[in-house]
């Protein structure tokens, strides 16, 4: 341990020309330890100032450059450019609230008959039938106010105190990837229901996070994104019941996007990406390709598995539970019909086949079964028309050898 009684700094003045209005000597007192002196280095003051053994170690060419990119442009940034909120970066919050505004502008104009959510929001039935830019613009379909003024509150308090280090492209590309994520994990079963926009804005946050961890000397904004993250996290736990492993995961993966935008390269890897999983899924629409069938018909046989355990009323309240969820489909439905036939009665599963049949036209053991009770009941004229529709809709073998036994009737 020492004690710094006194400190002296000569600071050498290299200029391009002579200026006169540049004093040729100036000494700054900081503080009663601490000297600054400031001297016009030139012809004449060199030797006063400077003694003959060091002016070997002293470069005398003007450094213009550096003076101009290390005091300049930092003095420009830092007052002449300076402004207390960042409003590029409230672009996101005006994206959030066009989508809000649409929403319920439309459901008050139309009497709640049409809404713009209702093409951009997560349904895994419109997904698996080619919208696949849905598990991009998910991410800002708000419900609740709540949900919006928790985004939109810190969007703001993050445009105030991190300012010019936001950057509005990497926090967007961020929340699209944790959306596509959210959404993975709830077409293939992962979760039942996510605030996608709420758990895709946290990943925003971890992308901040990261971004301010690896800034230099710029301690006080990491506090603020820290202390943020926290607050958010809180609020996602308290107010939405958000799961916290969850709510983590997605704070995690938007740490990676960032690392991976650090590379110019990356950023438009995933921009391209994002382009072409919109375009691949309108494309195969226009293509006139059934992606929804091939998906339900390769999910259909572990289904027809699942069929021969027992259920329990827990797992038969949870499948009637997500006939009112988004994460719905034809095959909610198939499976709680064929659970009806055999541990309730053939009127309960007709009546949610004909529920199937309503949601989803094209599904053809919905029309197979239905044919099955109607045969059962003595209807063959229905009996065959069911048939007959579920062999147009999948030209299987099981499908035609009803067709042609009904045809006797």
Same mark, same amino acid.
């Given at each position: 341990? *020492?004690?710094? +009684?006194?400190?002296?700094?000569?600071?050498?003045?290299?200029?391009?020309?002579?200026?006169?209005?540049?004093?040729?000597?100036? #000494?700054?007192?900081?503080?009663?330890?601490?000297? %600054?002196?400031?001297?016009?280095?030139?012809?004449?003051?060199?030797?006063?100032?400077?003694?003959?053994?060091?002016?070997?170690?002293?470069?005398?060419?003007?450094?213009?450059?550096?003076?101009?990119?290390?005091?300049?442009? =930092?003095?420009?940034? +830092?007052?002449?450019?300076?402004?207390?909120?960042?409003?590029?970066?409230?672009?996101?919050? @005006?994206?959030?609230?066009?989508?809000?505004?649409?929403?319920?502008?439309?459901?008050?104009?139309?009497?709640?008959?049409?809404?713009?959510?209702?093409?951009?929001?997560?349904?895994? /039935?419109?997904?698996?039938?080619?919208?696949?830019?849905?598990?991009?613009?998910?991410?800002?379909?708000?419900?609740?106010?709540?949900? =919006?003024?928790?985004?939109?509150?810190?969007?703001?308090?993050?445009?105030?105190?991190?300012?010019?280090?936001?950057?509005?492209?990497?926090?967007?590309?961020?929340? &699209?990837?944790?959306? &596509?994520?959210?959404?993975? *994990?709830?077409?293939? @079963?992962?979760?039942?229901?996510?605030?996608?926009?709420?758990?895709?804005?946290? @990943?925003?946050?971890?992308?901040?996070?990261?971004? /301010?961890?690896?800034?230099?000397?710029?301690?006080?904004?990491?506090?603020?994104?820290?202390?943020?993250?926290?607050?958010?996290?809180?609020?996602?736990?308290? =107010?939405?019941?958000?799961?916290?492993?969850?709510?983590?995961?997605?704070?995690?993966?938007?740490?990676?996007?960032?690392?991976? &935008?650090?590379?110019?390269?990356?950023?438009?890897?995933? =921009?391209?990406?994002?382009?072409?999983?919109?375009?691949?899924?309108?494309?195969?629409?226009?293509?006139?390709?059934?992606?929804?069938?091939?998906?339900?018909?390769?999910?259909?046989?572990?289904?027809?598995?699942?069929?021969?355990?027992?259920?329990?009323?827990?797992? %038969?309240?949870?499948?009637?539970?997500?006939?009112?969820?988004?994460?719905?489909?034809?095959?909610?439905?198939?499976?709680?019909?064929?659970?009806?036939?055999? /541990?309730?009665?053939? /009127?309960?599963?007709? #009546?949610?086949?004909?529920?199937?049949?309503?949601?989803?036209?094209?599904?053809?053991?919905?029309?197979? +079964?239905?044919?099955?009770?109607?045969?059962?009941? @003595?209807?063959?004229?229905?009996?065959?028309?069911?048939?007959?529709?579920?062999?147009?809709?999948?030209?299987?073998?099981?499908?035609?050898?009803?067709?042609?036994?009904?045809?006797?009737?």
């Amino acid at each position: 341990m *020492f004690k710094l +009684n006194s400190l002296k700094i000569k600071v050498l003045c290299v200029s391009p020309e002579f200026d006169d209005i540049v004093l040729d000597y100036k #000494k700054y007192r900081i503080s009663s330890k601490l000297f %600054i002196e400031r001297f016009l280095y030139n012809d004449k003051n060199k030797k006063i100032f400077v003694q003959e053994k060091d002016l070997q170690f002293i470069d005398e060419t003007p450094d213009t450059e550096r003076y101009k990119t290390r005091v300049i442009e =930092l003095y420009k940034r +830092n007052t002449v450019n300076r402004s207390v909120f960042n409003l590029k970066y409230n672009i996101l919050t @005006g994206i959030y609230l066009l989508f809000f505004i649409l929403h319920y502008f439309l459901l008050y104009v139309t009497h709640g008959e049409k809404s713009i959510y209702k093409y951009l929001e997560y349904r895994y /039935q419109n997904i698996i039938s080619g919208q696949f830019y849905r598990v991009f613009t998910s991410a800002f379909v708000i419900d609740d106010i709540k949900s =919006l003024g928790l985004i939109v509150l810190i969007t703001a308090v993050c445009s105030v105190l991190l300012n010019k280090s936001l950057n509005l492209l990497n926090s967007v590309i961020t929340i &699209l990837v944790v959306s &596509l994520i959210l959404n993975l *994990f709830l077409i293939i @079963g992962f979760s039942v229901d996510v605030n996608i926009a709420v758990v895709s804005y946290f @990943g925003a946050l971890g992308s901040l996070f990261i971004s /301010q961890l690896s800034e230099k000397n710029d301690n006080k904004k990491f506090m603020y994104v820290s202390a943020i993250s926290i607050v958010y996290i809180a609020c996602m736990v308290a =107010l939405f019941r958000i799961s916290i492993v969850l709510s983590l995961l997605a704070f995690i993966i938007g740490v990676f996007i960032q690392l991976a &935008l650090m590379k110019k390269r990356n950023l438009y890897i995933i =921009l391209a990406s994002a382009l072409g999983i919109s375009i691949l899924g309108l494309g195969l629409n226009l293509a006139g390709v059934n992606t929804k069938n091939a998906i339900n018909n390769y999910r259909l046989g572990r289904i027809e598995k699942r069929l021969q355990n027992t259920y329990s009323d827990e797992q %038969i309240f949870s499948l009637e539970k997500e006939l009112d969820s988004k994460n719905r489909s034809a095959l909610t439905y198939y499976e709680l019909a064929m659970i009806k036939m055999s /541990q309730s009665s053939v /009127q309960d599963a007709k #009546k949610v086949f004909n529920e199937g049949k309503d949601f989803d036209n094209t599904f053809a053991p919905f029309y197979y +079964n239905l044919s099955l009770i109607e045969r059962q009941g @003595g209807n063959y004229n229905s009996a065959k028309e069911y048939a007959q529709k579920a062999y147009e809709l999948n030209k299987i073998d099981k499908y035609k050898n009803l067709v042609d036994e009904l045809s006797k009737y």
